[in-house]
């Protein structure tokens, strides 16, 4: 395995490399128009590109006469972008080239006591995974979705997990004198609002993340929310502390089943176990109701993604019990046409976020994500 320091691309360069993603065998001529730049210009930057065995080039066969055109498409494999996932009990590891394909995952899941433990397990797993991939594979960038809030923007954080072991380490620096490319770090909500905006059909939405805590992550006028110190969308500030806060283990419990592995899907559940989970659904729609409508007097959004790897059947259902009183209800009761719109409450099934943050890396080196300032 290279690195993107190696190659030094250029600005036109990355911008080919987004052209031909976005539409394979697309033309030189295309490619050209598009970004605005000359054929011999668009020469230049393609050559390094085919030479290094990222982009390859095809001819194009016509009847007519003169120099037949061709076509770019992406090689697979050929430049790749690392995920990592950190959480209080699992870590994941995810190499995928820039057009979404996996090259090698690893994980490992268990009750971790500190971040010293958390980081060997990273290294150990970064090991693995470097071995297993082909070594003409070229990573540009580095996402890291964390399970926390940060006390310096991006840089260093705190989680559950070792607090005060997690605050003394830098791990975005570890990770770029490792690698020597961008490393970008987003805690877990906000890893799930970035990887929405591009396919979102909304500019303002906010994500709820559902795991052993809440988190979430705002959208506005297409941009993610940061924030002074990079922890805006915290919304789990809003579940008071009990036993019946709408995390996933509360919601393992009420089911009945140790984790999601077991679950058969509501038609194999008891009749008591069925009335018991079906009772704390409607407790927790509720409870995540009352915290959006709190939400949406400052924040104004039009769309509410609820995200968990809860299996996808029961995401369906909560947000099914999901009530979001709209903007204007307090002052005009309910006359429809005072009102504004109710927001469109979606499940969002996320097995994974290494992906995710694969996602966010691929952002990275094309320079596509908008982040607002604050």
């Known amino acids: 395995m290279s690195t993107d320091s190696m190659l030094d691309l250029t600005d036109h360069q990355r911008a080919i490399i987004g052209a031909v993603l976005a539409k394979p065998a697309i033309r030189r001529t295309e490619i050209s128009s598009q970004l605005g730049i000359s054929a011999q210009t668009t020469m230049r930057a393609v050559l390094p590109l085919i030479e290094v065995g990222a982009l390859q080039e095809t001819q194009i066969t016509s009847g007519g006469r003169g120099k037949p055109a061709s076509s770019l498409t992406f090689v697979k494999g050929a430049m790749a972008t690392l995920g990592i996932s950190i959480a209080s009990d699992r870590i994941r590891v995810e190499f995928c080239d820039l ?61 559950k997990i070792d607090p005060s072991g997690w605050a003394k380490f830098d791990l975005q620096a570890h990770l770029f004198a490792r690698f020597g490319v961008p490393v970008k770090l987003m805690n877990d909500g906000k890893t799930l609002a970035s990887s929405l905006i591009l396919i979102a059909p909304y500019q303002n939405f906010v994500c709820m993340h559902l795991g052993s805590g809440i988190g979430g992550g705002i959208v506005c006028g297409g941009q993610l929310v940061m924030g002074a110190n990079g922890n805006a ?13 709408p995390i996933e283990s509360a919601f393992l419990i009420a089911a009945g089943i140790g984790n999601w592995a077991d679950w058969v899907g509501f038609s194999g559940l008891s009749k008591g176990t069925y009335n018991k989970f079906s009772d704390f659904l409607d407790h927790a729609g509720a409870k995540i109701a009352d915290a959006l409508e709190k939400s949406l007097s400052i924040l104004d959004f039009e769309a509410v993604y609820i995200c968990s790897r809860m299996p996808a059947d029961v995401l369906e259902v909560l947000c099914d019990r999901i009530h979001v009183a709209p903007l204007g209800t307090n002052l005009v009761g309910q006359s429809a046409n005072l009102r504004n719109p109710a927001p469109i409450i979606h499940p969002f099934h996320v097995p994974y976020f290494a992906p995710l943050a694969c996602r966010m890396a691929r952002d990275i080196f094309l320079s596509s994500t908008k982040i607002a300032t604050a």
Do not use: C, H, M, W
């Open 99 to 159: 057009a979404g394909n996996q090259l090698v995952s690893q994980s490992s899941e268990k009750p971790y006591q500190s971040a010293a433990e958390q980081l060997i397990e990273l290294d150990g797993l970064l090991n693995a995974s470097q071995a297993l991939l082909p070594k003409t594979a070229i990573l540009v960038s580095v996402g890291v979705s964390i399970q926390g809030y940060f006390l310096d923007r991006g840089t260093r954080f705190t989680a």
């Open 233 to 245: 969308g915290e919304i789990g500030s809003l579940f008071p502390q009990s036993q019946n806060r």
